[in-house]
C-alpha cells in the first residue's frame, strides 16, 4: 500500500489548493479515504471522509463549507479542495485508508497559511 500527497505550499489567508492522494497497491474503489491534519504538538485531526464510492463526505466542522472532497475510482487519487484557507488550516495533511484493520499513511504535505 502507498499513499503519495502532494499539492501542499504556501498561500496567503482567504486563498485555496487542492491536496491530492495518489494510492496503489490496493484496490482503491474498495476502500473509504480520509483527510488528516496534524500540527507540532497536537493530535492528527480528522479533517474529510469520503467512501469509497464517493457518494458521500463528512468534513470536520472547523473546515465545513471550505473544503471538498472527491476522489477519481479510475486514477486511484482522492483530492481536498481547500478554499478560503485560514492560518489555522496551517499543518501536515495525510491522507489515509484502513484495510483490515491496519491504517496506512502518506509522508504528508505542508499547508501554510500566511500573509
Known amino acids: 500500500v502507498q499513499l503519495v500527497e502532494s499539492g501542499g505550499g504556501l498561500v496567503q489567508p482567504g486563498g485555496s489548493l487542492r491536496l491530492s492522494c495518489a494510492a496503489s497497491g490496493f484496490t482503491f474503489r474498495r476502500y473509504h479515504m480520509r483527510w488528516y491534519r496534524q500540527v507540532p504538538g497536537k493530535e492528527r485531526e480528522l479533517v474529510a471522509a469520503i467512501t469509497s464510492g464517493g457518494g458521500t463526505t463528512n468534513y470536520a466542522d472547523s473546515v465545513k463549507g471550505r473544503f471538498t472532497s472527491f476522489r477519481d475510482n479510475v486514477k486511484n487519487t482522492v483530492s481536498l479542495q481547500m478554499s478560503n484557507l485560514k492560518p489555522e488550516d496551517t499543518a501536515v495533511y495525510y491522507c489515509?485508508?484502513?484495510?483490515?484493520?491496519?491504517?496506512?499513511w502518506g509522508q504528508g504535505t505542508q499547508v501554510t497559511v500566511s500573509s
Open positions: 489515509n485508508t484502513i484495510l483490515q484493520g491496519i491504517n496506512y
